[in-house]
């Protein structure tokens, strides 16, 4: 790790319960523990949140409970949409994925509606409803979050913290550096004790 080191978080630490649980029993609890140990991990990693990012993320915690000083150790910082370049390899890439995953859902519906019978239909909307959704997002970036996380990633050149395998893949095509999710707790409570000296 650099002397003093970035990652920028994705919701997907504080919601994915296989990450979040090393964290907290539940989202709120997972939020209030990363801040606990961000600060105590300070000034060796400095951790940011785009604005989007906060606002995905108070669906799914109690506001009222999330620490008061946590945008003190979890900086919001939107990035320059504006300013950054994005490499055309990266488009067209992105654009060759949403085709061919459109391709593929489109598949997924048809085999749906050739197999429908009268008396499976929920069934067999229920079957579309996952294996489109399977077809077309999974591996795919997907949001504007998702897209605020690599931007800032670019402006501050920082590592991606995410559990999100598609957010992962993407940052990966654009050169970032990584912070897997499942390493994240154990890199916290390293520097938190101080063995990152």
């Given at each position: 790790?650099?002397?003093?080191?970035?990652?920028?978080?994705?919701?997907?630490?504080?919601?994915?319960?296989?990450?979040?649980?090393?964290f907290g029993a539940?989202?709120?609890?997972?939020?209030?523990?990363?801040?606990?140990?961000?600060?105590?991990?300070?000034?060796?990693?400095?951790?940011?949140?785009?604005?989007?990012?906060?606002?995905?993320?108070?669906?799914?915690?109690?506001?009222?409970?999330?620490?008061?000083?946590?945008?003190l150790e979890i900086?919001?910082?939107?990035?320059?949409?504006?300013?950054?370049?994005?490499?055309?390899?990266?488009?067209?890439?992105?654009?060759?994925?949403?085709?061919?995953?459109?391709?593929?859902?489109?598949r997924v519906a048809?085999?749906?509606?050739?197999?429908?019978?009268?008396?499976?239909?929920?069934?067999?909307?229920?079957?579309?409803?996952?294996?489109?959704?399977?077809?077309?997002?999974?591996?795919?970036?997907?949001?504007?979050?998702?897209?605020?996380?690599?931007?800032?990633?670019?402006?501050?050149?920082?590592?991606?913290?995410?559990?999100?395998?598609?957010?992962?893949?993407?940052?990966?095509?654009?050169?970032?550096?990584?912070?897997?999710?499942?390493?994240?707790?154990?890199?916290?409570?390293?520097?938190?004790?101080?063995?990152?000296?």
């Open positions: 790790m650099r002397q003093t080191d970035a990652i920028v978080l994705d919701t997907s630490i504080f919601t994915n319960p296989d990450v979040a649980s090393v539940d989202t709120t609890a997972a939020v209030t523990r990363f801040v606990e140990l961000a600060r105590a991990a300070a000034p060796r990693l400095t951790c940011y949140m785009p604005p989007s990012v906060r606002a995905e993320l108070t669906h799914f915690t109690d506001v009222e409970r999330l620490p008061p000083d946590m945008e900086h919001l910082q939107a990035p320059r949409r504006h300013d950054l370049q994005v490499p055309g390899l990266f488009l067209y890439e992105l654009i060759e994925d949403i085709r061919t995953r459109i391709d593929r859902g489109l048809e085999r749906a509606v050739r197999e429908v019978e009268p008396s499976s239909v929920d069934r067999t909307v229920r079957w579309l409803r996952g294996h489109y959704r399977e077809a077309l997002r999974t591996g795919l970036l997907d949001s504007t979050e998702d897209l605020d996380v690599i931007l800032l990633a670019v402006e501050l050149d920082a590592a991606v913290a995410s559990a999100d395998h598609g957010l992962m893949q993407w940052a990966e095509k654009g050169g970032l550096r990584l912070m897997p999710a499942e390493r994240l707790h154990g890199l916290l409570v390293h520097l938190a004790e101080g063995k990152g000296d």
